[in-house]
Protein backbone atom coordinates (compact mmCIF):
# COMPACT_ATOMS: atom_id res chain seq x y z
CA UNK A 1 0.00 0.00 0.00
CA UNK A 2 1.52 3.25 -1.16
CA UNK A 3 0.90 6.29 0.87
CA UNK A 4 0.71 9.79 0.13
CA UNK A 5 -0.89 13.10 1.62
CA UNK A 6 -2.62 14.11 -1.69
CA UNK A 7 -4.03 12.50 -4.88
CA UNK A 8 -4.24 14.46 -7.72
CA UNK A 9 -6.72 12.96 -10.87
CA UNK A 10 -5.96 14.90 -13.95
CA UNK A 11 -2.47 16.17 -15.64
CA UNK A 12 -4.10 19.30 -17.33
CA UNK A 13 -2.93 23.05 -16.54
CA UNK A 14 -5.04 22.55 -13.22
CA UNK A 15 -3.83 18.88 -12.10
CA UNK A 16 -0.43 19.71 -13.05
CA UNK A 17 0.31 23.20 -11.26
CA UNK A 18 -1.66 22.05 -7.77
CA UNK A 19 0.47 18.64 -7.98
CA UNK A 20 3.61 20.92 -8.14
CA UNK A 21 2.50 23.61 -5.66
CA UNK A 22 1.81 20.87 -3.38
CA UNK A 23 4.95 18.83 -3.88
CA UNK A 24 7.20 21.78 -3.47
CA UNK A 25 5.20 22.86 -0.06
CA UNK A 26 6.41 19.24 1.07
CA UNK A 27 4.39 17.33 0.53
CA UNK A 28 3.97 13.77 -1.21
CA UNK A 29 1.68 13.85 -3.84
CA UNK A 30 0.52 11.01 -6.79
CA UNK A 31 -0.82 11.96 -10.13
CA UNK A 32 -3.72 9.63 -11.09
CA UNK A 33 -3.71 10.21 -15.06
CA UNK A 34 -4.37 8.37 -18.29
CA UNK A 35 -4.41 10.24 -21.51
CA UNK A 36 -7.78 10.88 -22.71
CA UNK A 37 -9.30 12.18 -25.99
CA UNK A 38 -10.34 15.82 -25.08
CA UNK A 39 -8.15 16.75 -22.91
CA UNK A 40 -8.33 20.66 -23.27
CA UNK A 41 -4.95 21.52 -21.75
CA UNK A 42 -3.33 19.02 -24.39
CA UNK A 43 -5.20 20.76 -27.34
CA UNK A 44 -5.10 24.54 -25.91
CA UNK A 45 -2.96 27.29 -27.59
CA UNK A 46 -2.06 28.61 -24.41
CA UNK A 47 -2.56 32.27 -25.20
CA UNK A 48 -3.56 34.90 -22.06
CA UNK A 49 -5.18 38.07 -23.05
CA UNK A 50 -5.81 40.47 -20.65
CA UNK A 51 -8.92 41.95 -22.13
CA UNK A 52 -12.40 40.49 -22.84
CA UNK A 53 -13.01 41.48 -26.89
CA UNK A 54 -16.62 41.19 -26.42
CA UNK A 55 -17.43 44.50 -23.99
CA UNK A 56 -13.42 45.56 -24.46
CA UNK A 57 -13.44 44.71 -20.80
CA UNK A 58 -10.43 44.04 -19.32
CA UNK A 59 -10.39 39.87 -18.19
CA UNK A 60 -11.67 38.71 -14.30
CA UNK A 61 -8.83 39.93 -12.11
CA UNK A 62 -6.49 40.27 -14.69
CA UNK A 63 -4.57 43.21 -12.47
CA UNK A 64 -3.64 40.28 -10.00
CA UNK A 65 -3.72 37.05 -11.85
CA UNK A 66 -1.35 38.27 -14.94
CA UNK A 67 1.61 39.08 -13.11
CA UNK A 68 1.31 35.86 -11.13
CA UNK A 69 1.39 33.56 -13.94
CA UNK A 70 3.88 34.87 -15.87
CA UNK A 71 6.07 34.58 -12.78
CA UNK A 72 5.07 31.57 -11.69
CA UNK A 73 5.32 30.19 -15.50
CA UNK A 74 9.38 32.31 -15.57
CA UNK A 75 10.63 30.34 -12.65
CA UNK A 76 9.03 26.35 -13.96
CA UNK A 77 10.52 27.38 -17.24
CA UNK A 78 13.93 28.05 -15.55
CA UNK A 79 13.35 24.97 -13.31
CA UNK A 80 12.99 22.66 -16.67
CA UNK A 81 15.06 24.81 -18.52
CA UNK A 82 12.30 25.44 -21.24
CA UNK A 83 11.84 28.81 -23.07
CA UNK A 84 7.74 28.45 -23.15
CA UNK A 85 6.63 31.64 -22.53
CA UNK A 86 6.33 34.08 -25.81
CA UNK A 87 4.85 37.80 -24.50
CA UNK A 88 2.73 38.13 -27.77
CA UNK A 89 0.73 41.59 -28.79
CA UNK A 90 -2.49 40.66 -30.03
CA UNK A 91 -3.80 42.61 -33.25
CA UNK A 92 -7.96 42.98 -32.47
CA UNK A 93 -9.19 43.73 -35.71
CA UNK A 94 -12.32 46.20 -35.59
CA UNK A 95 -15.09 45.21 -37.19
CA UNK A 96 -16.85 48.70 -37.43
CA UNK A 97 -16.14 51.98 -36.19
CA UNK A 98 -18.23 52.22 -33.36
CA UNK A 99 -15.78 49.46 -31.68
CA UNK A 100 -12.66 51.57 -32.86
CA UNK A 101 -14.09 54.84 -30.91
CA UNK A 102 -14.64 52.39 -28.46
CA UNK A 103 -11.44 51.54 -28.22
CA UNK A 104 -10.19 55.44 -28.66
CA UNK A 105 -12.31 55.96 -25.08
CA UNK A 106 -10.99 53.15 -23.06
CA UNK A 107 -7.31 54.32 -23.54
CA UNK A 108 -8.03 56.90 -21.95
CA UNK A 109 -9.11 55.18 -18.76
CA UNK A 110 -5.77 54.87 -16.44
CA UNK A 111 -7.22 51.25 -15.73
CA UNK A 112 -6.64 50.34 -19.15
CA UNK A 113 -3.58 52.13 -20.59
CA UNK A 114 -1.37 49.22 -19.76
CA UNK A 115 -3.30 46.69 -21.90
CA UNK A 116 -4.52 49.00 -24.45
CA UNK A 117 -1.66 50.22 -27.06
CA UNK A 118 -1.80 52.11 -30.13
CA UNK A 119 -4.48 51.81 -33.36
CA UNK A 120 -3.58 51.29 -36.66
CA UNK A 121 -5.72 52.41 -39.69
CA UNK A 122 -6.95 50.12 -42.25
CA UNK A 123 -4.30 48.35 -43.93
CA UNK A 124 -2.57 48.40 -47.43
CA UNK A 125 -4.79 46.61 -50.59
CA UNK A 126 -1.84 44.61 -50.74
CA UNK A 127 -1.30 43.27 -46.88
CA UNK A 128 -2.43 39.42 -46.83
CA UNK A 129 -4.97 39.96 -43.86
CA UNK A 130 -7.51 42.30 -44.15
CA UNK A 131 -8.01 45.23 -41.64
CA UNK A 132 -11.35 47.03 -43.04
CA UNK A 133 -11.18 49.52 -39.66
CA UNK A 134 -7.75 49.05 -38.95
CA UNK A 135 -6.93 47.47 -35.33
CA UNK A 136 -6.02 48.56 -31.38
CA UNK A 137 -3.10 46.41 -30.12
CA UNK A 138 -3.35 44.36 -26.65
CA UNK A 139 -0.26 44.52 -23.96
CA UNK A 140 0.76 42.29 -21.78
CA UNK A 141 -0.74 39.47 -23.92
CA UNK A 142 1.06 35.98 -25.33
CA UNK A 143 0.87 32.50 -24.70
CA UNK A 144 2.63 29.22 -23.16
CA UNK A 145 3.70 26.18 -24.84
CA UNK A 146 1.67 24.16 -22.64
CA UNK A 147 2.58 20.75 -23.75
CA UNK A 148 6.02 20.57 -22.96
CA UNK A 149 5.65 21.98 -19.63
CA UNK A 150 2.96 19.16 -18.90
CA UNK A 151 5.67 16.59 -20.68
CA UNK A 152 8.08 17.51 -17.54
CA UNK A 153 6.00 18.06 -15.01
CA UNK A 154 4.74 14.83 -15.74
CA UNK A 155 8.30 13.21 -15.98
CA UNK A 156 8.82 14.68 -12.57
CA UNK A 157 6.41 13.20 -11.33
CA UNK A 158 7.28 9.82 -13.03
CA UNK A 159 10.92 9.67 -11.67
CA UNK A 160 9.58 9.84 -8.11
CA UNK A 161 7.85 6.97 -8.76
CA UNK A 162 4.24 8.87 -8.22
CA UNK A 163 2.59 8.97 -11.57
CA UNK A 164 -0.07 6.17 -12.07
CA UNK A 165 -1.39 6.10 -15.77
CA UNK A 166 -4.53 4.05 -14.98
CA UNK A 167 -7.97 4.83 -15.74
CA UNK A 168 -10.04 6.27 -12.70
CA UNK A 169 -13.22 4.47 -12.47
CA UNK A 170 -15.07 5.97 -9.20
CA UNK A 171 -16.51 2.06 -7.87
CA UNK A 172 -12.89 1.84 -7.00
CA UNK A 173 -12.51 4.66 -4.80
CA UNK A 174 -12.79 3.56 -0.95
CA UNK A 175 -13.68 7.23 1.35
CA UNK A 176 -13.64 7.96 4.95
CA UNK A 177 -13.52 10.95 6.72
CA UNK A 178 -10.03 10.45 7.11
CA UNK A 179 -8.34 8.78 4.20
CA UNK A 180 -9.16 7.86 0.38
CA UNK A 181 -8.03 4.14 -1.28
CA UNK A 182 -7.65 3.85 -4.47
CA UNK A 183 -6.03 0.47 -6.33
CA UNK A 184 -3.21 0.44 -3.62
CA UNK A 185 -2.66 3.87 -2.91
CA UNK A 186 -3.76 5.98 -0.02
CA UNK A 187 -3.86 9.52 0.68
CA UNK A 188 -5.71 12.11 3.36
CA UNK A 189 -7.63 13.50 0.40
CA UNK A 190 -8.38 13.14 -3.50
CA UNK A 191 -8.32 16.59 -5.93
CA UNK A 192 -10.35 16.27 -8.70
CA UNK A 193 -8.76 18.20 -11.28
CA UNK A 194 -10.34 15.77 -14.33
CA UNK A 195 -11.44 18.51 -16.59
CA UNK A 196 -14.74 18.21 -18.85
CA UNK A 197 -14.66 14.40 -17.08
CA UNK A 198 -16.50 16.32 -13.96
CA UNK A 199 -19.87 15.70 -15.66
CA UNK A 200 -19.33 12.25 -15.06
CA UNK A 201 -18.28 12.21 -11.41
CA UNK A 202 -20.98 10.43 -8.78
CA UNK A 203 -19.63 13.21 -6.30
CA UNK A 204 -19.56 17.20 -7.80
CA UNK A 205 -22.21 16.32 -10.46
CA UNK A 206 -24.46 18.75 -9.01
CA UNK A 207 -21.92 21.48 -9.68
CA UNK A 208 -23.21 23.38 -12.97
CA UNK A 209 -20.25 22.65 -15.24
CA UNK A 210 -21.03 24.18 -18.51
CA UNK A 211 -18.63 22.52 -21.02
CA UNK A 212 -18.17 23.35 -24.61
CA UNK A 213 -16.15 21.56 -27.44
CA UNK A 214 -13.58 23.37 -29.87
CA UNK A 215 -11.73 22.87 -32.67
CA UNK A 216 -8.24 24.09 -33.53
CA UNK A 217 -6.35 23.88 -36.86
CA UNK A 218 -1.87 24.04 -37.06
CA UNK A 219 -1.61 25.93 -40.04
CA UNK A 220 2.22 26.12 -42.76
CA UNK A 221 1.61 29.65 -44.37
CA UNK A 222 5.18 30.44 -46.02
CA UNK A 223 5.74 34.41 -46.22
CA UNK A 224 2.97 35.60 -44.04
CA UNK A 225 5.84 36.44 -41.76
CA UNK A 226 2.48 37.12 -38.90
CA UNK A 227 5.12 38.49 -35.18
CA UNK A 228 1.83 39.69 -33.26
CA UNK A 229 -2.11 36.98 -32.54
CA UNK A 230 -4.55 38.15 -35.35
CA UNK A 231 -7.55 38.68 -33.74
CA UNK A 232 -11.04 38.72 -35.99
CA UNK A 233 -13.67 37.01 -34.17
CA UNK A 234 -10.84 33.92 -34.30
CA UNK A 235 -7.46 34.04 -33.59
CA UNK A 236 -4.30 33.25 -35.69
CA UNK A 237 -1.64 33.01 -33.41
CA UNK A 238 2.25 32.75 -35.35
CA UNK A 239 4.59 29.77 -33.37
CA UNK A 240 7.35 29.85 -35.24
CA UNK A 241 8.68 28.27 -38.63
CA UNK A 242 5.76 29.61 -40.93
CA UNK A 243 3.37 27.79 -38.97
CA UNK A 244 0.14 29.14 -37.16
CA UNK A 245 -2.65 28.33 -34.63
CA UNK A 246 -6.26 28.98 -36.16
CA UNK A 247 -9.10 28.83 -33.60
CA UNK A 248 -10.93 28.27 -31.87
CA UNK A 249 -14.91 27.42 -32.36
CA UNK A 250 -17.39 26.99 -29.36
CA UNK A 251 -19.55 23.79 -29.55
CA UNK A 252 -22.04 23.71 -26.55
CA UNK A 253 -24.56 21.25 -27.18
CA UNK A 254 -22.69 18.19 -28.94
CA UNK A 255 -19.33 17.28 -27.51
CA UNK A 256 -17.43 15.73 -29.32
CA UNK A 257 -13.50 14.92 -27.84
CA UNK A 258 -12.57 14.45 -31.66
CA UNK A 259 -11.79 16.66 -34.12
CA UNK A 260 -15.30 17.28 -36.22
CA UNK A 261 -16.03 18.27 -40.04
CA UNK A 262 -18.45 20.68 -39.53
CA UNK A 263 -15.25 22.52 -36.84
CA UNK A 264 -12.87 22.49 -39.45
CA UNK A 265 -15.22 23.88 -41.77
CA UNK A 266 -16.05 26.69 -39.57
CA UNK A 267 -12.57 27.77 -38.91
CA UNK A 268 -11.85 27.84 -42.61
CA UNK A 269 -14.30 30.28 -43.66
CA UNK A 270 -13.48 32.20 -40.77
CA UNK A 271 -10.06 32.37 -42.00
CA UNK A 272 -11.32 33.16 -45.97
CA UNK A 273 -12.72 36.40 -44.53
CA UNK A 274 -9.79 37.21 -43.55
CA UNK A 275 -7.13 35.99 -45.93
CA UNK A 276 -6.87 34.05 -49.02
CA UNK A 277 -3.72 33.17 -50.48
CA UNK A 278 -1.99 29.50 -49.98
CA UNK A 279 -1.76 27.03 -46.48
CA UNK A 280 -1.60 23.84 -45.89
CA UNK A 281 -3.37 22.36 -43.19
CA UNK A 282 -0.65 20.41 -40.34
CA UNK A 283 -3.03 19.14 -37.89
CA UNK A 284 -6.76 19.38 -36.68
CA UNK A 285 -7.37 19.13 -33.06
CA UNK A 286 -10.17 18.94 -30.81
CA UNK A 287 -10.97 19.65 -26.84
CA UNK A 288 -13.40 20.25 -24.31
CA UNK A 289 -12.85 23.04 -22.20
CA UNK A 290 -14.13 22.53 -18.89
CA UNK A 291 -16.37 26.02 -18.17
CA UNK A 292 -18.87 26.71 -15.50
CA UNK A 293 -22.17 28.67 -15.71
CA UNK A 294 -21.00 31.40 -13.82
CA UNK A 295 -17.24 31.66 -15.75
CA UNK A 296 -15.84 31.47 -11.91
CA UNK A 297 -12.74 28.28 -11.05
CA UNK A 298 -14.45 25.46 -8.52
CA UNK A 299 -12.57 25.33 -5.56
CA UNK A 300 -13.36 23.47 -1.97
CA UNK A 301 -14.13 20.46 -0.10
CA UNK A 302 -17.23 18.01 -0.85
CA UNK A 303 -19.82 19.04 1.97
CA UNK A 304 -20.39 15.81 3.10
CA UNK A 305 -16.98 14.11 2.44
CA UNK A 306 -14.36 16.22 3.34
CA UNK A 307 -11.70 13.21 2.03
CA UNK A 308 -12.96 14.82 -1.27
CA UNK A 309 -11.65 17.85 -3.13
CA UNK A 310 -12.25 19.88 -6.38
CA UNK A 311 -9.55 21.61 -8.07
CA UNK A 312 -11.49 22.87 -12.13
CA UNK A 313 -13.57 24.73 -14.19
CA UNK A 314 -10.94 26.89 -15.02
CA UNK A 315 -12.10 26.87 -18.44
CA UNK A 316 -10.93 29.78 -21.74
CA UNK A 317 -8.52 31.00 -19.68
CA UNK A 318 -6.83 28.35 -17.80
CA UNK A 319 -3.41 29.70 -18.63
CA UNK A 320 -3.93 32.93 -16.64
CA UNK A 321 -5.91 31.03 -13.46
CA UNK A 322 -3.77 28.23 -12.62
CA UNK A 323 -0.85 29.51 -11.07
CA UNK A 324 -2.57 31.68 -8.48
CA UNK A 325 -5.49 29.72 -7.92
CA UNK A 326 -3.38 26.53 -7.28
CA UNK A 327 -1.03 28.68 -4.80
CA UNK A 328 -4.99 29.28 -3.27
CA UNK A 329 -5.85 25.60 -3.36
CA UNK A 330 -2.54 24.59 -1.61
CA UNK A 331 -2.72 26.58 0.87
CA UNK A 332 -6.12 25.81 2.22
CA UNK A 333 -5.30 22.40 1.94
CA UNK A 334 -2.52 22.80 3.98
CA UNK A 335 -4.40 25.03 6.54
CA UNK A 336 -2.76 28.38 5.61
CA UNK A 337 -5.42 30.23 4.04
CA UNK A 338 -8.90 29.97 2.89
CA UNK A 339 -10.36 30.19 -0.38
CA UNK A 340 -12.13 33.07 -1.49
CA UNK A 341 -15.85 33.09 -2.37
CA UNK A 342 -16.07 33.87 -5.53
CA UNK A 343 -14.70 30.21 -6.29
CA UNK A 344 -15.55 28.28 -3.43
CA UNK A 345 -17.82 25.43 -4.08
CA UNK A 346 -19.96 26.41 -1.20
CA UNK A 347 -21.47 29.09 -3.47
CA UNK A 348 -23.85 26.12 -4.90
CA UNK A 349 -24.56 24.52 -1.52
CA UNK A 350 -28.62 25.01 -2.94
CA UNK A 351 -27.68 22.78 -5.37
CA UNK A 352 -25.94 20.80 -3.69
CA UNK A 353 -28.86 20.13 -1.01
CA UNK A 354 -31.29 19.67 -3.74
CA UNK A 355 -29.34 17.20 -5.45
CA UNK A 356 -28.71 15.15 -1.81
CA UNK A 357 -32.66 15.16 -1.39
CA UNK A 358 -33.66 14.05 -4.28
CA UNK A 359 -31.54 10.98 -3.84
CA UNK A 360 -32.72 10.62 -0.58
CA UNK A 361 -36.63 10.51 -1.90
CA UNK A 362 -35.10 8.19 -4.62
Keep these: M ?20 LDQRGQKVAIIDQHQPGAASRVASGMWNPITFRLLLKSWRADSLLPVALDYYAKLCHRFEGDWLHAMPINRVFPNAETREMWLEKRTDTDYSGYLGELSAA ?106 VYNAGFFLLPIGNDQYRLGATYEWDILDPHPTAAGKQELLDKLATAYTGPFTILSHQAGIRPAVADRRPLLGLHPDAPSLAIFNGLGTKGVLLAPYFAQQMAGYLLGQGEIETEVNIKRFRKRFEKARDARQEF
Excluded: C, M
Design 123 to 228: AAPTHPLQYPFGYGVVKQSGWLEINPLLDHIRQYFSAKNALYEVDFKPENLKITAEQVEFQGLTAKKIIFAEGSRLAQNPWFQWLPLKPAQGDVLTLHIPGLNLKQ
Design 2 to 21: AQFDFLVLGQGIAGSLLAWE
